[in-house]
């Protein structure tokens, strides 16, 4: 069976400075990974996502994040966070070779102070 | 790309009133269809899903229910609704490994 775990309920982080949104994923065959964003009673706006290939995956708003597989995370990064990134983040895992369905991680709040 | 449509964007439905809430899609054929729900701002959680026209698979038993009478139309139901059913409902719609569009989503509040 899909999971995914995103550790940390609340990320904060001044503005500016680097940010990390964690996750990590269990799938039984190979997986593709996404990473979301919802901001307050909207819709998940997708960011990125690994398919396959490079091990770093470049997204929209200058985000992006790094698939290792050994560790089974994909975390998500952006290198000078801003205000307006504070949001609700979800990362996301569908099993390549079982199923129609993704699972979402329970979302990680991330909040990037002035 | 894709666009979801979702409405009504928010209701207010009295305890054992019957739901109906709509989904289309534009801009693609033959998608996958998802609904779920979504507590408190948090995590999501699947209700159905749909391959195709008149297939739907239900992820958790309840009182609610799904029917996709066209390729581009996903409803979402139910004949009496509980005051547990309160929550923000999310239309989404992917196919393969592609990523999903998600709605604006439908609030909805169960007096």
């Known amino acids: 069976a899909q999971s995914v775990a995103q550790p940390e309920d609340q990320v904060n982080v001044a503005e500016g400075n680097p940010l990390t949104v964690k996750c990590t994923y269990s799938?039984?065959?190979?997986?593709?990974l996404f990473w979301y964003v919802q901001y307050p009673n909207r819709g998940l706006q997708f960011l990125l996502k690994?398919?396959?290939?490079?091990?770093l995956v470049k997204g929209s708003y200058g985000f992006e994040a790094e698939f290792n597989k050994s560790q089974t995370s994909f975390h998500l990064k952006k290198p000078s966070a801003l205000v307006s990134d504070s949001a609700l983040y979800f990362c996301?895992?569908?099993?390549?070779?079982?199923?129609?369905?993704?699972?979402f991680g329970p979302g990680t709040r991330l909040s990037v102070l002035p | 790309s894709q666009t979801i449509h979702q409405w009504p964007a928010t209701l207010v439905q009295p305890v054992g009133s019957p739901l109906s809430l709509e989904c289309t899609v534009e801009?693609?054929?033959?998608?996958?269809l998802y609904w779920y729900r979504q507590a408190a701002g948090r995590g999501l959680q699947l209700l159905f899903y749909?391959?195709?026209?008149?297939?739907i698979s239900s992820e958790v038993p309840q009182n609610l229910s799904a029917s996709r009478p066209q390729d581009r139309q996903f409803i979402l139901s139910s004949k009496k609704l509980l005051l547990s059913d309160s929550g923000f409902y999310l239309c989404a719609s992917g196919l393969a490994e592609n990523e999903q569009f998600f709605g604006p989503g439908t609030r909805l509040t169960v007096l």
């Open positions: 749909s391959v195709g026209i008149g297939q």
């Open positions: 801009g693609t054929s033959n998608p996958n």
């Open positions: 799938v039984s065959g190979n997986p593709y």
């Open positions: 996301a895992v569908r099993d390549h070779d079982y199923g129609q369905n993704f699972v």
């Open positions: 690994y398919i396959t290939g490079d091990n």
